[in-house]
């Protein structure tokens, strides 16, 4: 028998496919459970559910699921453009924001060149950089944060791509304006600089930079942000990437025809209109943040504070028993031992009753673990 994994290229032989967080139908088929009493609090996903804006959209799109959608987006490209403040010709669509990582890495790493990125830092990137056989600097974290000054100082001149997150994932910590303009100001020009703002709606108040702000003065910046959040499009698979024309270029050349389907597309362009809903995601956020943050504190449970739409939490020992034990209490969370947090779990913010469900089984689960 011919052996494809060893035929192929070596930093794909090396990889392990990204592991998801466990959907409810496998959990109910595991432990014969009726899917409709178990939640999941595992993907930061919306618990919303998509706005009766966007479910317009997409029915109506219904009748044309015959032909293929407009390969160059136009219409969310141009309200993207105006509502983010760039040109049209700066805007790049992806399969969501994960597409637009892999683009970059495709275009700009190769082997012999390098990225930067955090530890504790979206799972995605050590992947992307992986796959195309190019190094990968991880820098320590600093209180489970990026550490700009120690990522500025492990660029190298085979640096090509710096990966940040703010906040980040799946720690939910972020970094201040300040911070982000002595690092872009600090970069050799050389080296594209992916901002990565996947979660950038839930922030609130000058706590955080907006990356639009600094597109103009840094051709070397990327920014990518997502509708699988707070816009709650996730089964949809759409996001963005904003830059200078001539870095969308380049990734406009290797993008895949048709990224972006016609169903995602409408519905994308019904969100970024859907203001009501969007202010609503994040009231909702800001209460089930509160809420579980006052359970922890109950519990006797430190955690990390968080910008995004989950909180990583402490439980004191293993974090993989404490999983199994809300599995089978019907609440699915998410593990990150695998990003070096072997001691926390990581919680979506859900509805209030789902918040409350959690926090009660998270007490059964460890008073008997």
């Known amino acids: 028998m011919t052996d494809f994994l060893a035929l192929a290229q070596t930093g794909i032989q090396q990889l392990s496919p990204y592991v998801p967080g466990k959907p409810v139908d496998e959990l109910a088929r595991e432990l014969d459970m009726d899917p409709a009493s178990i939640i999941k609090l595992a993907s930061n996903e919306n618990p919303l559910g998509a706005s009766p804006k966007t479910r317009a959209a997409i029915e109506r799109e219904l009748a044309e699921l015959t032909r293929y959608p407009d390969g160059n987006g136009f219409e969310l490209k141009t309200q ?32 012999g060149l390098n990225a930067v990125f955090s530890e504790h830092a979206f ?6 950089v992986q796959a195309v056989n190019a190094g990968a600097r991880v ?45 872009l100001a600090a970069v050799p020009p050389t080296v594209v600089v992916v901002l990565d703002e996947a979660y950038i709606e839930y922030a609130v108040g000058g706590d955080l930079p907006d990356g639009l702000d600094y597109l103009a003065r840094y051709p070397n910046l990327l920014v990518s942000r997502t509708f699988s959040k707070a816009y709650g499009l996730a089964a949809l698979r759409v996001g963005y990437g ?17 990224n972006v389907n016609s169903l995602a597309l409408a519905a994308a362009c019904a969100a970024l209109t859907d203001t009501d809903y969007l202010q609503r995601s994040r009231e909702l956020n800001s209460a ?43 609440v699915i969370v998410r593990p990150v031992a695998g990003y070096g947090m072997p001691n926390h779990l990581r919680v979506t913010i859900g509805l209030a ?7 009660e089984a998270l007490r059964q689960v460890l008073a008997r673990v």
């Open 242 to 258: 904003l830059s200078s024309p001539v870095i969308a270029d380049v990734l406009n050349r290797i993008r895949q025809p048709f």
């Open 123 to 128: 799972a995605v990137y050590p992947i992307v």
């Open 80 to 111: 993207l453009a105006r509502q983010c403040r760039v040109q049209i010709d700066q805007v790049t669509l992806g399969n969501g924001s994960n597409d637009i990582l892999e683009l970059v890495a495709r275009a700009y790493l190769a082997p």
């Open 139 to 183: 820098i320590p974290a600093k209180q489970f944060g990026h550490d700009l000054p120690a990522m500025l100082a492990a660029i190298d001149d085979k640096t090509r791509i710096v990966f940040l997150a703010n906040p980040n994932n799946p720690t939910g910590t972020w970094f201040g304006p300040q911070a982000l303009e002595d690092f």
């Open 288 to 330: 089930g943040m509160q809420q579980l943050e006052k359970g922890f504190a109950e519990l006797g449970l430190q955690w990390i504070p968080s910008k995004g739409n989950f909180i990583a939490v402490d439980v004191g020992r293993d974090a993989g028993p404490v999983f199994q034990g809300l599995l089978r209490e019907g």
């Open 353 to 359: 009753e789902e918040n409350s469900r959690f926090l």
